[in-house]
Every structure is written in structure tokens, then in C-alpha cells.
């Protein structure tokens, strides 16, 4: 594909309209941090940051509002984010513009983030009549026991680059119902939609009375993460990033006593079988690997196929790679955007380097377009390398679209090779044999969080919980009952018997 890429005053133009019509003013943000495009790798406007001393205010206002916002009834702080959702809803296209414009995701895949948002907003408002707690049989007479849920407290969120907005928004509708007010510490990379999401949640707030604090955006970098992290005022901290981001975190939080929500680096694959249907197969492989640019945290990294189909899986796989078209991301009809920046095609290209010294062979991709036309963008073919063996490589988390399609000849073996890495976030099976795929879903199946049968690693749906194991963090948050997180269980034991028996048969009678 030959499009050419827009123009720097085109782009700068598009993120001014849809940050003007979600209630934010570019001009008033500016200062002296560069936002940069990934789709020319050019300038797309400035933004002032905070620092770490601008937490200590931003918590306080939080603690304030937490006051009043934990008694409001969770029917009615469903209400709020039943408005926020509208808003959302109404900008979709906006704040999906501003996600391509400022992390490089196609037109598509920008919206589909900004349609999880507002999944998860509905998802919130029935959750807010949901909260359910048990009562429990007591054993003695006349007794009740049960559990209740209160609000937890304030919410620290700290979120990647490449869900700049969805997974603030999954903390954040579930925070709001929960009874607690959030303080957003967004990407450096993506101040934008930061931005222009909290002002579309700030008017929301400012509607339905909502108390101001309940919500607040500190834009900047790791300095002001750290200070979320180590802000005793802060009862949940949700960091979502690296791994390395999460083993510099989940300390902090753990030496105050406080609870962190960790979601961090995956190394997800697919395990194909002999039975499995290669079409499906290779376009759930496609969508995976090649999709977001290989820049999600589900995205497929490892390939496990069968010797009797490994040949032919690869073929297809790459034949349907050589057709992807690869541009502009807001250009119709581009599947594979560009990465973030320099630093991750760089890494890409080092990966790769490792991967052939470590016996791997390159099918096809690696290469770099667009590089003329615009030298500070990347735009990187997405890469397939046969891998003799899972090498030291093939066991971290690049973060770019490379795919490392290894052997197997028992499942048993294919299961370990699955498991044998040191993320545990997502992970599926390629199978028509039932057993197979219930062997891949049992207890010494599958290691990670998230494990799909007859489907990519990526992609998932916001009623699951989300979220993986070992170095992922163990984190979870999104649907089913990943609530419970973000409040805090009292339980109570009410006695309406007239007497005092006391438990375990103790006697104690003065
Ligand atoms: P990153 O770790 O570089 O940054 C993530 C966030 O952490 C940013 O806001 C950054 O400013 C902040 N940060 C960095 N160091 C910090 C510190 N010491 N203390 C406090 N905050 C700190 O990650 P990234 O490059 O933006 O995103 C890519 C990574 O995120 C990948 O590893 C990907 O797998 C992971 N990710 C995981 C999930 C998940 O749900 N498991 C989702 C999206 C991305």
C-alpha cells in the first residue's frame, strides 16, 4: 500500500477539533512536553505536566469527595456513569480520532476502545444494583451473620500507552459504583485523550452534582506515578504497564500496607492442533499477532503448532501477512498502523537480531516503511520467525508485532511450552477434538488468566474478568466480580437471641 501519510497541520487540526468538541481546549494544555504523533513523528501539540508534589493536592480533593460520594446510594452513583456513557457514545468518534492520532491505532480498532468504555459504563451501571454480599448460617442461636461492602477509599490508576483511555475507563466505571473517586496518572504518550476523556466525565460529574474531586487527571511521567504509589491517602492502586513498571510498584504499595491491582506484560500463544480448522485458524492468528500493530498485552507472540501442520500453518499465515495493508491508521482500509516510536521498532529490530542468532529463521516481514516519507515515524512489517526451540527471546515480551512459530509433538508437551514463560496473561488452543481443548482448559492445562479455545489471544470482552498470572501481576479488574477490588468487606455478626453463646462451644461466665 502506497498512502500517503497526512501532513503534520492535517493532524494537528483533526486532535484540535475532537479535543474542542469533548470540552478541551489544546492551546490552554500547552507547555513545554512535545506530543508526537506516531503517524508522521511529528509534533501534534504541547502539554504542561505535573509533578509528584502536584499528588498530595490531587489525593487530598479525592479524600474529600470520597466523604460524601461513599453514602450516596450505588443505584444513584450508577446514574453518573450511566451519563458519562452517553457522553462517550456521543464523542465515540472523537476520542477514537484522538487515540490514532496520538498511539497510532487504526480508525476501527481506536473506536472499538472507546466502545469498550462505553461497554463497561453499562456494564457499571447494573453492577451498581448488584453489589452483593452473603449471609452466611451461623452456628449459634438467634444469630445472623453476613457480609457487607463499602466503598474502599481512593482509586490510583496508572495506565499504559496502548489503551490510552479503556483502561482508565474499566477502573473508573467500576470505581464511581464502588463509592470511590479515582486520580489518573494517563501515559506520557497520550495526554490527549486523557484529557478530552476526564472533561467528557468531569461534565458528566458536573450534571448529575456529583462531588468535583471524584475525578482528576495529573498528566506527566514516572515521577508522579511514584508519588500515587507511595500516597498513603491512596487505598487501591490499578497500574497497568511493563512488567518492569509492576516489579518497581508492587513493593511500594505492599510496604504501606496498600493494595495494588497489577496488569503487566504478556507473552500469550496458540497452541494448533492437527484437528484444527487452518482458515479459522490463521485468521485468529492474523487478527492476534498482526493486529494493533503486535502493541496489545493479549497480543500473540508465540505460535505452538503441531509438526503434521506446522508447514502449512506458516505458509498461510504468512501469505495473509504479505497482504496486510500497512499506513496511515486513520487512511481506510489499513489494518497494521505504527508502533508507538523509535525506541519500540528498535527494539524490534533487536529482537530479531537475538532471534536468528538463537537459531530462529525469518519467514517473513521486519522491514520498515514509509521511512523517506516520514523519518520519525516507524511503520514495521509485521515479522514471522520459525523458531527451533523456545530461546531466551522467544521468552520476554517484545513489544512489537513478531510472532515465533515453534514445534510440537505431544500436547503435553505443547501445554509446557504454553506455560513455560514467565508472563501468564492470555492464551488459546486451535482444536475440533474436545478433549484437547478440555485438557488445554483443566487445572494442568493452560497457566494463564485468560485461556480461549477456537480464538486469538486478543480482543476480549468487558463482562470477563481481565487480567493474568505470575509476571503479569495476578491482577484483575473489568467484569464478573472484579468489583470487588475496588471496596472494602465488613462482616458482621448480629445477635437477636437475648443471650451470649459464644463460638467454637467457649465458655466464659463471670
Ligand atoms: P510502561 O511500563 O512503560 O508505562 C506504563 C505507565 O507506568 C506509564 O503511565 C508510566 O509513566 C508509568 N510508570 C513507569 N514507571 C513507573 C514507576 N516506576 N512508578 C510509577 N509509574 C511508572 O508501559 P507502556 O510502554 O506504556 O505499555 C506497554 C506495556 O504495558 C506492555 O508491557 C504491555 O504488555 C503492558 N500492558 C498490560 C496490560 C494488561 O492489562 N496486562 C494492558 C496494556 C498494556
Given at each position: 500500500m502506497t498512502t500517503t501519510l497526512p501532513t503534520a497541520d492535517d493532524l494537528r487540526q483533526q486532535a484540535q477539533d475532537a479535543a474542542r468538541r469533548c470540552g478541551v481546549d489544546l492551546d490552554a494544555l500547552a507547555g513545554d512536553h512535545f506530543v508526537t504523533s506516531p503517524v508522521n513523528g511529528q509534533p501534534l501539540s504541547s502539554v504542561r505536566w505535573s509533578t509528584g508534589a502536584d499528588v498530595d493536592g490531587a489525593v487530598a480533593r479525592a479524600v474529600e469527595a470520597f466523604r460524601s460520594w461513599r453514602t450516596v446510594p450505588a443505584p444513584v452513583r450508577g446514574g453518573l456513569v450511566r451519563r458519562f456513557g452517553e457522553l462517550l457514545r456521543e464523542h465515540k468518534a472523537d476520542l477514537g480520532t484522538l487515540v490514532s492520532l496520538e498511539v497510532g491505532k487504526i480508525t476501527s480498532e481506536a473506536e472499538g476502545e472507546v466502545q469498550e468504555m462505553i461497554d463497561i459504563c453499562e456494564f457499571a451501571v447494573g453492577l451498581s444494583r448488584q453489589l452483593y454480599g452473603r449471609t452466611i448460617s451461623s452456628e449459634r442461636p438467634g444469630h445472623r451473620l453476613m457480609e457487607t461492602w463499602h466503598p474502599l477509599g481512593v482509586v490510583g490508576v496508572i495506565s499504559a500507552f496502548n489503551f490510552p483511555a479503556a483502561v482508565w475507563s474499566w477502573n473508573t466505571a467500576i470505581a464511581l459504583v464502588c463509592g470511590d473517586p479515582v486520580v489518573w496518572k494517563p501515559s506520557e504518550l497520550a495526554p490527549l485523550t486523557a484529557a478530552a476523556s476526564a472533561a467528557l466525565l468531569d461534565r458528566a460529574i458536573a450534571e448529575e452534582g456529583a462531588p468535583e474531586g471524584l475525578s482528576q487527571v495529573l498528566i506527566g511521567g514516572p515521577d508522579v506515578g511514584e508519588a500515587l504509589v507511595d500516597h498513603p491517602g491512596v487505598a487501591l492502586l490499578s497500574a497497568t504497564g511493563s512488567t518492569r513498571m509492576g516489579r518497581a510498584v508492587g513493593p511500594r504499595v505492599a510496604d504501606r500496607f496498600g493494595r495494588s491491582l497489577l496488569e503487566l506484560g504478556g507473552n500469550n500463544a496458540a497452541i494448533v492442533t492437527p484437528s484444527a480448522d487452518l482458515d479459522l485458524t490463521t485468521r485468529g492468528i492474523v487478527f492476534s499477532a498482526a493486529g494493533t500493530a503486535g502493541q496489545r498485552c493479549t497480543t500473540m507472540r508465540r505460535v505452538i503448532a503441531h509438526v503434521d501442520v506446522i508447514d502449512e500453518l506458516t505458509e498461510r499465515v504468512a501469505a495473509a501477512y504479505r497482504r496486510l495493508p500497512i499506513g496511515?491508521?486513520?487512511?481506510?482500509?489499513?489494518?497494521v498502523g505504527p508502533l508507538v516510536h523509535g525506541a519500540a521498532y528498535k527494539a524490534m529490530q533487536n529482537a530479531l537480531e537475538a532471534a536468528g542468532q538463537q537459531g530462529g529463521e525469518l519467514v517473513v516481514g521486519g522491514g520498515r516503511r514509509f521511512e523517506d516519507e516520514a523519518p520519525d515515524a516507524y511503520y514495521a512489517e509485521p515479522a514471522i520467525v520459525r523458531m527451533p526451540e523456545q530461546t531466551d527471546v522467544v521468552r520476554q515480551e517484545t513489544f512489537a508485532p513478531i510472532l515465533y512459530v515453534l514445534p510440537y509433538r505431544t500436547l503435553e508437551e505443547a501445554i509446557a511450552l504454553n506455560n513455560d514463560v514467565p508472563q501468564g496473561l492470555s492464551s488459546s488452543i486451535f482444536t475440533s477434538d474436545q478433549a484437547e481443548a478440555e485438557r488445554f482448559l483443566a487445572a494442568d492445562g493452560s497457566d494463564c488468566g485468560i485461556a480461549n479455545v477456537n480464538i486469538g489471544t486478543s480482543g476480549a470482552e468487558i463482562g470477563g474478568a481481565f487480567g493474568g498470572e505470575k509476571e503479569t501481576g495476578g491482577g484483575r479488574e473489568s467484569g464478573s466480580d472484579a468489583w470487588r477490588s475496588y471496596m472494602r468487606r465488613a462482616t458482621n455478626t448480629i445477635n437477636y437471641s437475648g443471650e451470649l453463646p459464644l463460638a467454637q462451644g467457649v465458655k466464659f461466665t463471670v
Amino acid at each position: 500500500m502506497t498512502t500517503t501519510l497526512p501532513t503534520a497541520d492535517d493532524l494537528r487540526q483533526q486532535a484540535q477539533d475532537a479535543a474542542r468538541r469533548c470540552g478541551v481546549d489544546l492551546d490552554a494544555l500547552a507547555g513545554d512536553h512535545f506530543v508526537t504523533s506516531p503517524v508522521n513523528g511529528q509534533p501534534l501539540s504541547s502539554v504542561r505536566w505535573s509533578t509528584g508534589a502536584d499528588v498530595d493536592g490531587a489525593v487530598a480533593r479525592a479524600v474529600e469527595a470520597f466523604r460524601s460520594w461513599r453514602t450516596v446510594p450505588a443505584p444513584v452513583r450508577g446514574g453518573l456513569v450511566r451519563r458519562f456513557g452517553e457522553l462517550l457514545r456521543e464523542h465515540k468518534a472523537d476520542l477514537g480520532t484522538l487515540v490514532s492520532l496520538e498511539v497510532g491505532k487504526i480508525t476501527s480498532e481506536a473506536e472499538g476502545e472507546v466502545q469498550e468504555m462505553i461497554d463497561i459504563c453499562e456494564f457499571a451501571v447494573g453492577l451498581s444494583r448488584q453489589l452483593y454480599g452473603r449471609t452466611i448460617s451461623s452456628e449459634r442461636p438467634g444469630h445472623r451473620l453476613m457480609e457487607t461492602w463499602h466503598p474502599l477509599g481512593v482509586v490510583g490508576v496508572i495506565s499504559a500507552f496502548n489503551f490510552p483511555a479503556a483502561v482508565w475507563s474499566w477502573n473508573t466505571a467500576i470505581a464511581l459504583v464502588c463509592g470511590d473517586p479515582v486520580v489518573w496518572k494517563p501515559s506520557e504518550l497520550a495526554p490527549l485523550t486523557a484529557a478530552a476523556s476526564a472533561a467528557l466525565l468531569d461534565r458528566a460529574i458536573a450534571e448529575e452534582g456529583a462531588p468535583e474531586g471524584l475525578s482528576q487527571v495529573l498528566i506527566g511521567g514516572p515521577d508522579v506515578g511514584e508519588a500515587l504509589v507511595d500516597h498513603p491517602g491512596v487505598a487501591l492502586l490499578s497500574a497497568t504497564g511493563s512488567t518492569r513498571m509492576g516489579r518497581a510498584v508492587g513493593p511500594r504499595v505492599a510496604d504501606r500496607f496498600g493494595r495494588s491491582l497489577l496488569e503487566l506484560g504478556g507473552n500469550n500463544a496458540a497452541i494448533v492442533t492437527p484437528s484444527a480448522d487452518l482458515d479459522l485458524t490463521t485468521r485468529g492468528i492474523v487478527f492476534s499477532a498482526a493486529g494493533t500493530a503486535g502493541q496489545r498485552c493479549t497480543t500473540m507472540r508465540r505460535v505452538i503448532a503441531h509438526v503434521d501442520v506446522i508447514d502449512e500453518l506458516t505458509e498461510r499465515v504468512a501469505a495473509a501477512y504479505r497482504r496486510l495493508p500497512i499506513g496511515s491508521p486513520v487512511a481506510e482500509g489499513t489494518l497494521v498502523g505504527p508502533l508507538v516510536h523509535g525506541a519500540a521498532y528498535k527494539a524490534m529490530q533487536n529482537a530479531l537480531e537475538a532471534a536468528g542468532q538463537q537459531g530462529g529463521e525469518l519467514v517473513v516481514g521486519g522491514g520498515r516503511r514509509f521511512e523517506d516519507e516520514a523519518p520519525d515515524a516507524y511503520y514495521a512489517e509485521p515479522a514471522i520467525v520459525r523458531m527451533p526451540e523456545q530461546t531466551d527471546v522467544v521468552r520476554q515480551e517484545t513489544f512489537a508485532p513478531i510472532l515465533y512459530v515453534l514445534p510440537y509433538r505431544t500436547l503435553e508437551e505443547a501445554i509446557a511450552l504454553n506455560n513455560d514463560v514467565p508472563q501468564g496473561l492470555s492464551s488459546s488452543i486451535f482444536t475440533s477434538d474436545q478433549a484437547e481443548a478440555e485438557r488445554f482448559l483443566a487445572a494442568d492445562g493452560s497457566d494463564c488468566g485468560i485461556a480461549n479455545v477456537n480464538i486469538g489471544t486478543s480482543g476480549a470482552e468487558i463482562g470477563g474478568a481481565f487480567g493474568g498470572e505470575k509476571e503479569t501481576g495476578g491482577g484483575r479488574e473489568s467484569g464478573s466480580d472484579a468489583w470487588r477490588s475496588y471496596m472494602r468487606r465488613a462482616t458482621n455478626t448480629i445477635n437477636y437471641s437475648g443471650e451470649l453463646p459464644l463460638a467454637q462451644g467457649v465458655k466464659f461466665t463471670v
